[in-house]
């Protein structure tokens, strides 16, 4: 059946005359699917900028807005990768402990060493007492929010604990129940990393005056100080 009207295509040329200027755009086009089938780029065709009769007409220009835009989300991302490496990279300028594993209160750029001590184990009944001697600490601080640092050698930081003691004949104590590891009168800590060894360890939420001791999770040693 004849059809004026055939789409060029695979064997097509041999049935339908194109005019000269048709022919050469045909096998332009060709050409050009070749080309980015070799490099994987997309090309930009003279009619996708203004030839009529193009259903692709714009693909161009999407292409490189795509591009730009993928462009502008890596140099975000970049420049936030960044930030955080210069930040990981800052270096403590503060004062250091002269001694590893023991606990300092921060007071401005002065370091006061906390009372370091051995809480004595009581089991009894219902719940187990640990007592430290002495009815108050050396290590005194104004600060209702106190701020430690701590050159961690042998000590974890993340598995220190603070809890506030009772004065009880001359001594302080914390009474813990089996039912629940020390109770409501255990505090939170946040600890961070200053770098090396260094750790800064602070007191989440204000605290009341009192006696106060930090101890490990594991372990019965403890670093007391006082809040005024």
Not at 55 to 65: H, I, K, M, V
Request: hydrophobic share 35%.
């Amino acid at each position: 059946m004849k059809n004026d009207r055939l789409p060029y295509g695979r064997g097509s040329l041999g049935r339908v005359k194109f005019p000269p200027n048709r022919v050469r755009i045909y096998w332009f086009e060709r050409w050009q699917v070749f080309r980015e089938a070799i490099s994987g780029r997309r090309f930009v065709l003279w009619e996708e900028v203004g030839a009529p009769g193009r259903e692709e007409s714009g693909q161009g220009n999407l292409l490189r807005r795509g591009s730009r835009r993928q462009m502008f989300l890596r140099t975000i991302v970049l420049v936030c990768l960044t930030a955080v490496w210069l930040k990981s990279e800052e270096k403590y300028s503060g004062p250091v402990p002269p001694k590893p594993d023991v606990l300092y209160l921060m007071h401005a750029n002065n370091l006061v060493e906390a009372e370091v001590g051995q809480a004595r184990q009581e089991n009894h009944k219902n719940d187990t007492t640990y007592v430290v001697s002495g009815a108050s600490s050396p290590a005194r601080t104004p600060l209702a929010e106190p701020v430690f640092i701590v050159d961690a050698r042998q000590i974890a930081p993340e598995r220190l604990e603070l809890y506030k003691l009772e004065v009880k004949n001359g001594n302080r104590e914390v009474s813990i129940s089996p039912k629940g590891r020390r109770g409501s009168v255990r505090f939170y800590l946040t600890v961070t990393k200053l770098s090396g060894r260094l750790y800064k360890i602070e007191a989440s939420t204000p605290l009341e005056n009192g006696q106060y001791a930090i101890s490990p999770s594991d372990g019965n040693s403890v670093f007391c100080f006082e809040v005024y």
